[in-house]
């Protein structure tokens, strides 16, 4: 098994599928993840090839676009990676984190088990944090008709992912619903520090934000 060309072949196929795609989840946010994790993993006593081929297949069918089925995703996986002949402990690894990755709402706890799950789940979350945060919150949004921002709208608390799901709050809602929570749940001491300072960023954006919306300079 030649790994590195499964990585090269993997994220070549993972992109001709997700370019273009306007909601946030393009094939630069699995990029993104990508070089996070590889970052990440570089701290950690972790299986180099499954962080990858996560971090790479995480998002190749997300449950938000296929009618709240968090199933297809780890199907597609393990098609693309049983046709490349990869071995099954790590297609079944590989398919067990991105099942249990995504978001499901402020309440609702989603557990890794692995270290290497765990890097890729921060890798995924620190993309939705800071600048890059920031741009894709709104991408998503308005991808889904959304507004901005609605003052007379206040965040809620999901307690379920079916609350989490089917929420209908302003992009800017989404922040406290789910961004500004991302620093507690890393799982990894480098993740946190990164966190930290995305984190800071987004405060300091939202206040600027609330100034501009009540005509303040
Ligand atoms: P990820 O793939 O990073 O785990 P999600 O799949 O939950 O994140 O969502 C993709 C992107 O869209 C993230 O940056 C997320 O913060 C954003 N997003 C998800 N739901 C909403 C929403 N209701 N309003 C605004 N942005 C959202
Ligand atoms: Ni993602």
Redesign the pocket.
């Known amino acids: 098994m030649d790994k590195e060309k499964i990585v090269v072949q993997t994220s070549t196929y993972i992109k001709s599928r997700l370019s273009g795609e306007g ?3 393009d094939w630069w ?1 699995v990029y993104r ?1 990508w070089k996070n994790a590889v970052h990440i993993a570089g701290y950690e006593q972790a299986d180099l090839f499954v962080v990858e081929l996560a971090a790479l297949l ?2 190749i069918a ?1 449950w ?1 676009f296929n009618d709240g089925n968090d199933d297809i995703g780890p199907q597609l996986a393990k098609e693309w990676l049983d046709k490349l002949g990869v071995d099954e402990s790590t297609v079944t690894h590989v398919c067990r984190i991105i099942k249990d ?3 499901k709402g402020a309440g609702v706890a989603t557990g890794m088990n692995s270290i290497e799950g765990k890097i890729v789940q921060d890798a ?2 620190l ?2 944090m800071g600048a890059i ?1 920031i741009g ?6 308005g991808s ?1 008709g ?1 507004e901005m921002y609605n003052p007379d709208m206040k965040p809620e608390q999901h307690d379920s992912f079916e609350q989490y799901k089917n ?1 209908r ?3 800017i ?2 922040f406290y ?3 500004l929570l991302l620093k507690e749940l890393m799982n990894t001491d480098t993740a946190r520090k990164i966190a930290e300072k995305r984190h800071t960023f987004m405060e300091e954006y939202l206040q600027e934000f609330f100034q501009e919306w009540e005509g303040k300079d």
Not at 136 to 141: L, T, W
Request: hydrophobic share 25%.
């Open positions: 909601s946030g989840h946010h993840v995480h998002d997300d938000k990755i995504s978001f995924d979350r993309d939705a945060g894709r919150a709104f991408a998503y949004g889904k959304r929420s709050g302003s992009s809602n989404h619903e789910k961004l």
